[in-house]
């Protein structure tokens, strides 16, 4: 059965958080559109190259080939190789420039009347319930909602993308002050470790009763942990 393609936004500007686009059969190319050079679907940040990768539609299924990008092209948080063609199937997570821009992939039969592109993702620690909504970029706490900046926000969602397992302090300054990166010192983040213990400080006082899932990984750095 025909299948209709749907690249889904989970960040990246200047797009909204849900934002569907069609992918027909095709090449398409992705990137930071300029007056003389446009792409088929363009993404704002400096730090995404002209023409970062392409998404080739076609009847065999469907790739993604990094085109020399300078920070890189990442399939479910591995990157990869540029100039190489890698499948991709429904449900792929695909992240630009260490997550800068995030989107999924998803596939879904013609004679299908919903396609639920915005299921919350929940997290269960000690059978209690912290949820996270990706499209509203909210956090409830047995169903009240817990207002986040933008910053905690990207550090809970980084850490739940990998939960129960140690996620480091460089990756945490990548996902979390992207805006900070030095092209000029192989991609170094400059952020203080001050500026990481009050983040994390405000996130366990916002996590309340359910702060002991945050747990700190000496001299590396953090996880959630999530039985």
């Known amino acids: 059965m025909q299948k209709q393609v749907w690249l889904v ?9 849900g934002t569907r686009l069609k992918l027909e059969p095709g090449e398409f ?20 190259s002209r023409c970062h990768c ?13 085109t020399g990008s300078k920070h890189g092209t990442f399939l479910n948080e591995k990157r ?22 995030v989107f999924r992939i ?4 013609l004679d ?13 620690s000690d059978g209690a319930g912290v949820i996270l909504d990706d499209r509203k970029r909210e956090c409830r706490i047995e169903g009240q909602p817990i207002p ?13 993308d990998h939960a129960n397992t140690a996620v480091s302090y460089d990756r945490i300054k990548q996902a979390v002050w992207p805006e900070r990166m ?27 009763m359910k702060d002991s899932c945050l747990k700190s990984v000496r001299a590396y750095g953090y996880m959630l942990e999530i039985k």
């Open 54 to 66: 392409c998404i080739y539609h076609h009847k065999d299924g469907l790739e993604v080939c990094d």
């Open 182 to 208: 030095n092209l000029e010192q192989n991609n170094a983040v400059e952020v203080g470790t001050d500026e990481i213990n009050t983040l994390v400080y405000r996130m366990r006082r916002k996590l309340g």
């Open 148 to 160: 986040l900046t933008e910053k905690e926000w990207l550090f809970l969602k980084l850490l739940y």
């Open 29 to 48: 190319c992705l990137g930071r559109s300029s007056e003389k050079q446009q792409v088929d679907i363009s993404f704002s940040n400096f730090l995404i």
């Open 9 to 17: 936004i989970e960040r990246g500007e200047p797009f909204e958080i």
């Open 80 to 101: 990869l190789l540029s100039h190489k063609k890698y499948p991709i199937l429904s449900g792929d997570r695909i992240s630009l420039s260490m997550g800068v821009a």
């Open 112 to 124: 299908e009347v919903t396609i639920d592109l915005t299921q919350p993702v929940t997290v269960s």
């Open 106 to 109: 998803v596939q879904s039969a």
